[in-house]
């Protein structure tokens, strides 16, 4: 796919920087959300980042490429959180991201081998 293409995934890194990078004072408390296996906060992580390679992929090609910027992105947004008032940068916030970019990254692979003859 040609540049025509690319703006899908441009317009989600960008949301990903606003939900990211935003300053928001009122988030709710933790223990006032619902209770799940994992932290709701790290699924998102890592369900920005899933999307963001499944729309990175074919806008920009080379699935291997596409993961490693998408990890630099995460770890570019987790330390710059670090810089932002209510935000703070978090190891598990980067972890969840890097399983979200390994996740869509096996998907694609499976995807492309299942349409193989």
């Known amino acids: 796919m040609g540049r025509e293409g690319r703006g899908p995934a441009w317009l989600w890194a960008a949301g990903i920087a606003l939900a990211l990078l935003l300053p928001v004072p009122d988030l709710p408390a933790s223990d ?4 799940l296996p994992v932290p709701l906060d790290l699924l998102v992580h890592g369900a920005l980042f899933f999307v963001l390679v499944l729309l990175a992929i074919p806008a920009f090609g080379r699935a291997r490429r596409v ?12 330390a710059a959180q670090a810089l932002v008032p209510y935000r703070s940068a978090e190891w598990s916030d980067l972890w969840a ?20 003859p």
């Open 32 to 35: 006032s959300l619902p209770r």
């Open 67 to 78: 993961g490693l910027m998408a990890a630099a992105y995460g770890v570019l947004t987790e």
């Open 97 to 116: 991201d890097w399983v979200g970019i390994a996740l869509a990254l096996v998907w694609c692979t499976l995807r492309s081998r299942a349409k193989r």
